[in-house]
C-alpha cells in the first residue's frame, strides 16, 4: 500500500482542498485590482438595505473568503475585503 501524501510528495501536487481553497481566493485578488466602475467590483462591496428573515444568517461568498483566507495563513489579507 502507497499512502496518498506520498503519491503527493512524489508528484509535487497539492492536495485538491487547498486548491478548491486558492481559487476563489484568486478570483477576489483579480476582482480588486479592477477598476472602481466595473460591475464585479461594485457588487463585492454592495450591502442590501433590506433586513434578513430571522434565523441563521446566510453563508455570503465574503464569510467563505474570509475563513479561507485566515486558515490559509494569511490574516493580513482579510482587510482588503
Known amino acids: 500500500m502507497v499512502r496518498n501524501e506520498s503519491i503527493r510528495e512524489q508528484t509535487d501536487q497539492e492536495k485538491l482542498e ?19 466602475d466595473r460591475i464585479e467590483k461594485q457588487v ?5 438595505e433590506d433586513r434578513r428573515k430571522r434565523g441563521r ?12 483566507l485566515e486558515k490559509g495563513g494569511r490574516p493580513g489579507k482579510k482587510q482588503c475585503l
Open 18 to 36: 487547498l486548491s478548491v481553497q486558492k481559487r476563489p481566493l484568486r478570483w477576489l485578488g483579480h476582482v480588486q485590482r479592477m477598476s472602481d
Open 44 to 48: 463585492l462591496h454592495w450591502v442590501p
Open 57 to 68: 444568517p446566510h453563508v455570503t461568498w465574503q464569510h467563505v473568503a474570509i475563513k479561507d
